[in-house]
């Protein structure tokens, strides 16, 4: 069975492609980065998630870091904007060279787990403020992640193709447990229905045609 | 004033780097990572040789990501072979994908400073059991550390054509405080004169003619 590590958020895309690469008979080992983020729900989300799938989790605690990362919205020192991601405002949830350090993380796992993968959820949507989102950008780390050891490890992005809307399509044909996902970047309770990634969940579903079971604030 | 974030461990190879960026005139940011390391004399050798430079340094604590990084040598679990590098069990030296690891943390504290690159100390007789010290590995990472970021960042390894005993001369012309400098992977008090690094540190040294002031115990 391809043993697979997937970088796993607990939110909508990382959690539909825990189930899609489940359903294709993976054996799936799922890694959560606790950044000191201020959305900490999402990784009791990511736990929870993988005990009803009954797939491995582990964390990795970057919390030493952040005073390395300089001020941003979703460590702290910054409020969390609204509205949508176009907007100049939303530059403020960058947390640099993210995507690279979670895939680092992720990739010395795999090679000690001997795993032949490491898997991430980006899709067609993500945004150009996040310049770590760039497809030259994965293709350059591919080729890194993939000369990293002996052996060798690919990084996978199955979903590359697919925009959001395709992907809670996608997770509505797997039985994905939606109410269970957490994208919220504000940290309360609820999910408050209003920050660039709130209004970005909504959308999705409302464009798949899948009922939403989000308790939002507003 | 060029401002550059260097990986910087305390050894030789970064030490004498150091140096020679700082009489190119950079202004130099120094970053040392605690990954575990059994040689912990090394982290302290770093910050006594910044003080001596007057140049800023900081500590990188990636220790709460030990547990997945299996049992290798410098991070506990398996004893710290002798001899040459050439020989099999020298394998066990590796941490996985340690390189990129640290050139992602050095990346993004790279962005956040405004830096215009991160330098670290690869030099030509990088072993081929490290398969991330190989050329395309390099290359391949410096394209995505360049796009990982709109504020781009360069990778440098201004040593990669020298050997170590170049790396020693050059050090020697600098007037670097090789005394300062650790390299020993076993963690005593004195470098054990035994180990593959204390081997080669030896060998430096005579091949290049240069001094070598280190108190081995062996």
Redo the contacts between chains.
């Keep these: 069975m391809a043993r697979t590590a997937l970088i796993y958020s607990g939110g909508v895309d990382s959690t539909v492609l825990l189930a899609h690469l489940r359903a294709e008979g993976r054996e799936l080992h799922c890694l959560s980065v606790d950044y000191g983020q201020r959305h900490r729900r999402e990784l009791e989300a990511a736990r929870a998630i993988c005990a009803h799938y009954g797939v491995s989790h ?1 964390l ?6 952040a005073p ?3 001020s941003n919205a979703l460590t702290g020192g910054v409020k969390v904007p609204e509205g949508h991601y176009e907007e100049e405002s939303m530059k403020a949830t960058v ?7 979670l ?3 992720a ?3 795999a ?2 787990l001997r795993a032949e993968s490491v898997a991430y959820g980006a899709h067609s949507g993500d945004h150009a403020i996040y ?2 989102c ?1 497809p ?2 994965a293709e ?2 591919d ?3 993939r ?4 052996h060798e490890v690919r990084l996978e992005r199955p979903f590359v193709k697919m925009d959001k809307a395709a992907i809670v399509r996608r997770g509505a044909e797997l039985g994905v447990p939606f109410g269970l996902t957490w994208s919220c970047y504000v940290g309360g309770e609820r999910h408050c229905g209003k920050c660039g990634t709130c209004v970005e969940r909504k959308e999705a579903f409302r464009l798949a045609g899948v009922a939403d079971p989000t308790d939002y604030a507003a």
Aim: glycine share 2%; aromatic share 10%.
């Design positions: 582990r990795a605690d970057l919390r030493a870091l390395l990362f300089g947390v640099p060279n993210r995507n690279m350090l895939i680092s993380v990739t010395a796992w090679v000690s310049p770590d760039r030259e950008f350059a780390l080729r890194a992640v000369l990293a050891d002996w």
